[in-house]
C-alpha cells in the first residue's frame, strides 16, 4: 500500500489519557466509547494520528474544497479514498455531507463552470462532470449521509475497503469498519452480513474489485456473495450490463467469470453459457465448450496485452506464440489502440464488447451437436444460432442497436478466419484478392474483431497442442487481412467507383432495381480483384454482363 506508515496508528484515531494512548479506532465516536468502557471517569484528549506519507487526489479534489465555506463538514468517501491509500489518482469522486447534495453539487458546477445534473433528487444527490482538455471527464456526486450520520452512511456501503471516508478540511480520516486494514492485508470484506442482500449486484462489483486489486475475498463475504447470487434476477438488466462491462473491460475477465460462475452468480446474468458446460468436442478441441469458452476469453486479454501500444516485449519471452503474434502484427499497435478508442457507445468500450462476443461465439454448440452416420460429431450451424442468442441477450442487457449489429455480425462470420487459415496449412493457398474483398464487404470494421476473436479461438483450441505451423498459418492470414484493412483499402476493399447506377441507366437503360445493385457490385469486385481498373473496362464488363 502506498505510503505505508511506520506508526501501528497513522490514519486513525486513538484516545490519549496524559499523553499515554489508550485506545484506538476508526473514527471519534468508536475511540471514545473503547476508551470509556476502562477510563470512564478520567479526561480523555481524542486526536487523529497523521499518515506518515499525504495522500495524493485529483486537482479537483483542491478545487471542490476551495469553493466550499470552511464550516461545511463535508467528506471525500468511498474509491476515491481507496485509490489515494493505493497510490492511484481516482477521477470519480464522491463527497458526502449531512444535507443539501444536490444545492452543494450546483454551487460547485457553477464555480468550476461544469456541467451539473439531479443524480438522484430521492436521494439528494448531485452529479457534476467536468471535461479536461483532452476529453476527459470526472464525474463527482454530492450525496447525503445514506442514514442518520456519516457512520452509519459507511456501513451501509459494500466493501470496507470503500467505506473510509476523509474530511474535506481536516484531511482527517473516518475508518469505522477497519478499511485500511483490510487494505494493508489485500483483503475484501462486506461492511455488513445484509450488504448483498442490500444489493445483489455487489456479487459483481466484489468479484471485479478482488481481481483488480489482486485481494482474496474473506471466507464469509464469499458465503454472503453465495447465499445471495439467486437475487440477481431481480435487479434490473442495465444494472447488470453496466457491472459485467467493468468486468469484461477491467482485469482478468476469464477469471472474474469465472469466479461469478463459482458463486453461481454468472447463470443469472448470462443464462445461455450455462449449457456450454460438459458439450464434449472432437479434435482438435482439447477442451469442452464452456471450458474452451473461458480459456479463449483468457488468451484474447493476452493478445490484447501484446498487441498495446506500451507493450514491453521482454513479458512475452516465456510465450512463443505472443512472441511470433508481435513479430507478425506489432505494427498495428497504433491502429488498434486507435479502433479500440472509438466505441459504438459512449458509456461502453469495444473492448468490452468483444469480450462479451467471444463468451457467446459457440454458444450455438449445444443446440447444433450432431452425429453424423460415419460417428462424425459436427456442430453445423452453430455460428447463426449463437448470433442469435447473443442477439436475445444483448437486447435484454439493453444494448445499442450498433453494439448489437456488430455481435451479431462477428458471431455469424467467426468460422471465416479458421476457414482461411486451413486452406493455408492444407492446400498452400493465401487468402486471394477476391476472398479479402468478400469478407470486409460482408464484416466491414468487425473484421478487426474477427481476427483478434480468430487468434484467441485458435489458442484455446489447440492450447498445448498448437504447432508452430498452424499459429503462423493464422498469424499470416490475420496479417493479410489486416494490411488490405489499414494500408491499401481503396485498392483491396473500397475501391473508387469507376461508374454508377445512372450510368448503366443511361447506357444500357437498366431499370433502378435488385438487378442494378448486382452489376455495381460486380464491377467493385473485379476492381478490387484487379480485373478492372477503368471505366472503360467497367463498363466493358457490364456490357458482357448484361448480354
Known sequence: MAGEDQNPYAGRWVARVRGQIVAQGGTPEQVRRAARST???????????????????????????????????????????RDAMLGRVSHDLDFALSRNGIRTAKRV???????????????????????AEDGTRTFMDFATFRG????????????????????????????????????????LRA?????????????????????????RLQAETRQGMKAAAGQL?????????????????????????????????????????????????????VSEVWTHTLSAVQHLESILVALTPDYHPEESAEDLFNGLLVLRLGRYRRKLAEYFGTPLNVNRSI??????????????????????????????????????LADERARQLSLSN????????????????????????????????????????DVGQAGIDLVLLGLADCRATYEQSLSQETWSAYLDVCRTLLENWWEKPQESIA????????????????SSGPKLGELLEAVREAQATGKVGTRTEALELVRAMVK
Open 39 to 81: 477510563r470512564y471517569k478520567e479526561t480523555l484528549e481524542i486526536v487523529f494520528m497523521p499518515t506518515y506519507e499525504s495522500l495524493t487526489f485529483s486537482s479537483l479534489v483542491e478545487s471542490v474544497r476551495a469553493v466550499l465555506p470552511d464550516n461545511l463538514t463535508i467528506y471525500l468517501v468511498g474509491g476515491a479514498v
Open 233 to 285: 434476477g431481480n435487479v434490473s438488466p442495465e444494472r447488470l450490463r453496466d457491472e459485467l462491462f467493468r468486468i469484461l473491460e477491467g482485469p482478468q475477465p476469464a477469471a472474474c467469470l469465472r469466479a461469478l460462475d463459482e458463486l453461481g452468480a454468472l447463470h443469472n446474468i448470462l443464462p445461455e453459457l450455462s449449457a456450454l458446460k460438459g458439450v464434449e468436442q472432437p479434435a482438435p478441441h
Open 495 to 510: 475501391p473508387p467507383a469507376l461508374i454508377n447506377g445512372n450510368d448503366l441507366m443511361k447506357i444500357f437503360g437498366i
Open 351 to 388: 473492448r468490452g464488447l468483444l469480450f462479451l462476443t467471444v463468451l457467446y461465439h459457440d454458444a450455438g454448440k449445444p443446440f447444433c451437436r450432431t452425429i453424423d452416420e460415419h460417428g462424425q460429431m459436427r456442430f453445423l450451424g452453430h455460428d447463426q444460432c449463437g448470433a442469435e
Open 148 to 187: 442518520p450520520d456519516l457512520e452509519a452512511d459507511l456501513i451501509g456501503r459494500d466493501f470496507t475497503i470503500n467505506a473510509i471516508a476523509m474530511d474535506l478540511h481536516s484531511r482527517e480520516l473516518h475508518d469505522p469498519l477497519g478499511g485500511v486494514v483490510d487494505l494493508k492485508d489485500k483483503r
Open 402 to 441: 450498433d453494439e448489437i449489429e456488430h455481435m451479431e455480425i462477428v458471431i455469424r462470420n467467426h468460422m471465416r478466419i479458421h476457414y482461411l487459415a486451413d486452406r493455408l496449412v492444407k492446400e498452400k493457398k493465401a487468402p486471394s484478392r477476391r476472398a479479402i474483398y468478400r469478407f470486409f464487404r
Open 191 to 215: 461492511c455488513s452480513p445484509s450488504a448483498f442482500n442490500d444489493d445483489p449486484v455487489r456479487i459483481l462489483r466484489g468479484v471485479r474489485q478482488a481481481a483488480g486489486f489482486g485481494f
Open 109 to 131: 458546477a457553477n464555480a468550476l463552470k461544469a456541467d451539473f445534473y439531479p443524480l438522484d433528487p430521492e436521494r439528494d444527490t448531485g452529479r457534476v462532470i467536468v471535461l
